[in-house]
Each structure stands twice: as structure tokens, then as C-alpha cells.
């Protein structure tokens, strides 16, 4: 399987694309981080918190998931 760029595939870019760039999701991140003790709870925290608020997927349809969550938090 090949990457895109630089992430797993098109959904992991996407929401990372989406989270890193948009203000509201950016912070809400960061809340979760600095919330949270392992990126992995924090990426269930935002998850959670993203289907609280009915928002599943991305403008451009790619589904959040915890996975792809994590994958966006990297380097954060």
C-alpha cells in the first residue's frame, strides 16, 4: 500500500488536513491533549466529543475515526 502523502491513505490526510487547518477543530485537539494523558485517549476524547456534536465527517466526506484522530495529532 503506497501513502499519501505522507499519511495512510486519503482519509488519515484528509481529517489531518481538516484538523490542523481549522481553527475550531485545531483547538479542540489541543484541549483534548493538554486533557488527556496519551494522545491515544485524546484522540478518543475529540472523537467523542466530535459525535456529541453529530459531526462524523469531514466538508470533503471523510469519516473521523479514533484512528485517523491519532494520525492527526502527531507533531502536535
Given at each position: 500500500?503506497s501513502?499519501?502523502?505522507?499519511?495512510?491513505n486519503?482519509?488519515?490526510?484528509?481529517?489531518?488536513?481538516w484538523?490542523n487547518?481549522?481553527?475550531?477543530?485545531?483547538g479542540?485537539a489541543?484541549?483534548?491533549?493538554?486533557?488527556?494523558?496519551?494522545?491515544?485517549?485524546?484522540?478518543?476524547d475529540?472523537?467523542?466529543?466530535?459525535?456529541?456534536?453529530?459531526?462524523t465527517?469531514?466538508?470533503?466526506?471523510?469519516?473521523?475515526?479514533v484512528?485517523?484522530?491519532?494520525?492527526?495529532?502527531v507533531?502536535?
Open positions: 500500500m501513502k499519501f502523502n505522507g499519511h495512510k486519503w482519509n488519515h490526510w484528509n481529517v489531518s488536513l484538523i487547518n481549522d481553527e475550531g477543530l485545531y479542540l489541543r484541549e483534548a491533549i493538554r486533557a488527556e494523558p496519551t494522545r491515544n485517549d485524546a484522540a478518543r475529540m472523537f467523542e466529543s466530535l459525535e456529541q456534536m453529530n459531526v465527517k469531514t466538508p470533503d466526506g471523510a469519516p473521523y475515526s484512528s485517523s484522530i491519532r494520525a492527526a495529532m507533531g502536535m
